[in-house]
């Protein structure tokens, strides 16, 4: 399978504390995204980091980018009860159209 | 930004039976995209539905099973045919934005019993 593999799988942690959550993948990529899907809900784009870049931020949010290690962490900082959603990484490429792959996802759960 | 809305946002179905579900864009997009969200599962790319041309389907899904429409640039459906309880899922609806990133619908939350 090509799917992407996030870990870890679930994270929970305090309001106020830092959530870490990583993605590997296998295909060479053109971009690679992060996406928030509550309950169950559609996903929400988050952020996009291009694959000549190694770091971005968005407000509260931090991405990296490995591409020798093909690898990518996000980082939400002093995390909000609201922040509580699963996330999804997803690889993108190029064959022709932009083609994506998804992660396996990251189920966090911030208590209040 | 694409607002995109689903119906319906989720249903019980007899198995055996067909479920069609609508997505309808507020813009007009030429791609728009049909995904499968097995439960506590990553999302599955059925197939892409482009307006004027039939749609492609990826690697293990037929257009018998999810026969898709695409009438217009703001509108199409997915139809879950013959349904059996591994059908039972969540289909979401997306579309590209203006860079490379995907906007989604909220999703329809199928059980098949």
């Known amino acids: 399978s090509q799917q992407g593999e996030e870990d870890p799988q679930a994270l929970s942690i305090q309001e106020g504390e830092n959530a870490t959550m990583n993605c590997s993948y296998k295909t060479s990529i053109n971009n690679l995204q992060w996406y928030r899907q509550n309950s169950g809900r559609g996903l929400v784009h988050l952020i996009l980091i291009r694959s000549n870049e190694r770091e971005k931020h968005s407000g509260r949010l931090r991405v990296t980018l490995d591409t020798s290690k093909k690898s990518s962490s996000l980082l939400i900082t002093a995390s909000r009860a609201a922040d509580t959603a699963s996330y999804f990484c997803a690889t993108v490429y190029t064959s022709g159209t932009y083609k994506y792959i998804f992660g396996t996802g990251t189920r966090l759960k911030v208590l209040a | ?113």
């Open chain 2, 1 to 113: 930004s694409a607002v995109i809305s689903q119906k319906p946002s989720r249903d019980i179905c007899q198995r055996g039976t067909s479920l069609t579900i609508q997505c309808q864009v507020d813009s007009q997009v030429t791609m728009m995209f049909w995904y499968r969200q097995q439960p506590g599962q990553s999302l599955t790319l059925i197939a892409t539905a482009n307006q004027g041309s039939e749609a492609t389907y990826e690697s293990g899904f037929v257009i018998d099973k999810f026969p898709i429409s695409r009438p217009n640039l703001t509108f199409s459906t997915l139809t879950v045919s013959n349904m059996s309880p591994e059908d039972s899922s969540i289909y979401l609806c997306s579309v590209p934005g203006t860079g490379a990133e995907q906007y989604f619908g909220p999703g329809t939350r199928l059980t098949v019993t």
